[in-house]
Every structure is written in C-alpha cells, then in structure tokens.
C-alpha cells in the first residue's frame, strides 16, 4: 500500500523559498547539536537523553524541543497526551471520530483509509519533522493534536491560549508490559538483541523509558488538572474500557462537542464506539498493512496495535515484579489523589 499523506498535514506545507527552507533546517541543526550536548544514557544502540528531567531519542526530542520554540496554539485546538503505550491510538481515534462525526457516519468514514495518527498528528513524530516547521493556520478550528511531551516542556502557547488537554493514563503495569513488547518489535527489526524482561523492568523502574519517568508524566498533567480543570480533562484508561459511552460523552463535552439527545438516541455514541474498537481498528486494511512517515523513519501502522486488554501484566510479571512497580507507584503517588 502506498504512503497516505498525513491528515490533515497535507496542506499545511506550502512551496517555499530556498532561503525559507534553509532557515528551517539551521533551526533543526541547531536543536540536534544542543541534544547531543545534553547528557545520555549508555547500554543503547540508539541512546536517550535527558532532557528537563525527563528522557526521548534524538529524533523525538528535536523534535518537541522545535515544537516548543515555533507551535503557536488556539484557544479552540485540543491536544491529546499520553505517556507512551496508555491507550494512545484508541483515544486519538475516539476524538477525531467524535469531533467529526458529520464525516463518519457516510460509508467511508476518514479512519477506514487513515490511521488515528495520521488524523490526530503528534506534535513530535509527525507535525514538526523532516527539517520543516508547518503553517499550521491552514488547518481548521478545531485542530487535533497528539503529543508525549511532558506537561512541563509544553509549547508555552498551549497554557497561554488555553486550548484544552486530554490526558489519558494507564496501570503502570500494563503500560510497562506493552512498552516492552513495543521496544521489542524495533529492536527484531533492526536485528538487535531483544530486551529481557528484567533489563527492561529495571530502566523503566529507574525512569529511562521515552517521555518518562511514568509516574512524573501522571503526575505533571495531573497537577495540571488540579490547577485547570476547565481545560485538562482526566482519564483512566481502565475506566475508559468499563464504561466507554459515559466517558466518550465526558470527552464530547470538554472538547465542545456534545452529543445531542436525537444522536443519542440514533446510537451515535455506540456507532463511534464499535468504529473505533480494537477489534475493527486493528482489521482496517490501514492499519494492517499501511505505512506512516514519522520522525523515528517509516513506521508500520500494525506495531500500534497488540492486544489492548487491561491486566495483562499478570501473564507476563512475577509477582515480585509486580509488587515493585507497585510500591514505586503507591510511594510516587502518595498524597496526589491518585492510586490504582
């Protein structure tokens, strides 16, 4: 299958002047040359810096560092963020489902032929990429994007134009689990010897894993709620799964987009659920097949889907495993308001 262009990127890369171009990639020249003075974390074939207090690849955190220099928000944009492997490619096809309903309910609804990340592009893997920086103003209100970022190292756009926050969080140790898995399937496709599950354990319980530490992560974008809770809505993953009409309509809601009491009626919420369920999401020709064009190089759209469940760690974690993610947990989030 061909590329697909991304959605709705496509028109936000006007022609430009060689002196245009040339200027944007010093600016990118720039910001590699300031990773690689940071420090990094050896025993990788591709290392992580840290960064803010937090650890990214090269790529990724050049990435967010440009994001954060050029992004100029809305009021009316809505980001969505996760620490990797939360829940991320279901909740971005939620949203855009949802705030473009009007599109889906024909029979060839966009996320039949694009994936979720096409549609609700991250800010660090698809929007600020390739040495270019987009006119996002040709995108129409409201836009869509995704990102890992920290809250601490957002654009300062996103907090000063007072666009609203997704946050969708996960069991650390489902999260771990299909991280590891995730990691995995780079590492047999560049040949290289696979993580085992204590190497990978103890990076993760020590905070080296991409965007994290976990828990820090949580913790910044639920501070954020705390502080804002008009504009960070929080979600849990394991509730979203229990009972997704009540929160798909919470989601609705806080993005201005309600359900009105015909569509409700019609099945509208149902219909966007059974769209955008592992089960039909991951059967997509797209999604099985398609390829997408990130800042870690071309990605199969198929590595973003693995089996989605809650409690899978218990196949795969000893129970001492399991009791020290735990007690990292319960000590982190001591005092915050949140627990599992």
């Known amino acids: 299958?061909?590329?697909?262009?991304?959605?709705?990127?496509?028109k936000c890369l006007p022609s430009q002047t060689e002196e245009e171009m040339e200027n944007q990639k010093r600016t990118y020249q720039y910001f590699r040359h300031l990773v690689?003075?940071?420090p990094r974390v050896g025993g990788f074939k591709r290392p992580f810096y840290c960064y803010n207090g937090w650890y990214a690849r090269l790529p990724s955190l050049v990435s967010a560092m440009v994001a954060r220099e050029h992004f100029?928000?809305?009021?009316?944009?809505?980001l969505l963020a996760t620490c990797p492997k939360s829940g991320t490619t279901w909740l971005k096809a939620l949203l855009f489902a949802t705030v473009n309903r009007s599109s889906h309910t024909n029979s060839h609804p966009p996320l039949a032929t694009l994936s979720p990340h096409q549609c609700v592009p991250s800010l660090e893997f698809s929007v600020y990429v390739n040495d270019r920086i987009p006119d996002l103003d040709a995108l129409s209100s409201p836009?869509?994007?995704?990102?890992h970022i920290p809250f601490q190292s957002l654009p300062a756009s996103v907090i000063d134009a007072g666009c609203r926050i997704v946050y969708l969080y996960r069991d650390p140790k489902d999260c771990f689990i299909s991280l590891w898995h995730?990691?995995?399937?780079?590492r047999a496709k560049d040949n290289i010897e696979l993580w085992t599950l204590d190497e990978f354990l103890e990076h993760f319980s020590n905070g080296i894993s991409p965007f994290g530490p976990y828990w820090d992560h949580v913790l910044g974008y639920w501070n954020g709620h705390l502080e804002r809770p008009q504009k960070v809505l929080f979600l849990k993953y394991e509730e979203l799964m229990q009972?997704?009409?009540?929160?798909?309509?919470?989601?609705?809601?806080?993005?201005?987009?309600?359900?009105?009491?015909?569509?409700?009626?019609?099945?509208?919420?149902?219909?966007i659920i059974r769209?955008?369920?592992?089960?039909?999401?991951?059967?997509?020709?797209?999604?099985?097949?398609?390829?997408?064009?990130?800042?870690?190089g071309t990605v199969e759209n198929s590595i973003f889907f693995r089996r989605g469940e809650v409690g899978d760690w218990v196949n795969h974690l000893t129970p001492e495993m399991a009791r020290r993610l735990e007690e990292i947990t319960e000590s982190k989030f001591r005092g915050s308001g949140l627990s599992f």
């Open 1 to 10: 299958m061909a590329h697909s262009p991304s959605y709705p990127l496509s």
């Open 36 to 38: 690689s003075t940071l």
């Open 72 to 78: 100029q928000a809305q009021p009316t944009d809505v």
């Open 143 to 147: 836009r869509l994007f995704g990102t």
């Open 182 to 186: 995730f990691a995995n399937k780079f």
């Open 243 to 271: 009972h997704p009409e009540v929160h798909l309509k919470r989601l609705a809601e806080f993005v201005g987009c309600p359900f009105t009491e015909d569509e409700e009626k019609e099945g509208v919420v149902e219909g």
């Open 275 to 296: 769209l955008c369920s592992f089960e039909n999401l991951s059967n997509l020709e797209v999604n099985k097949i398609g390829r997408s064009e990130l800042a870690i």
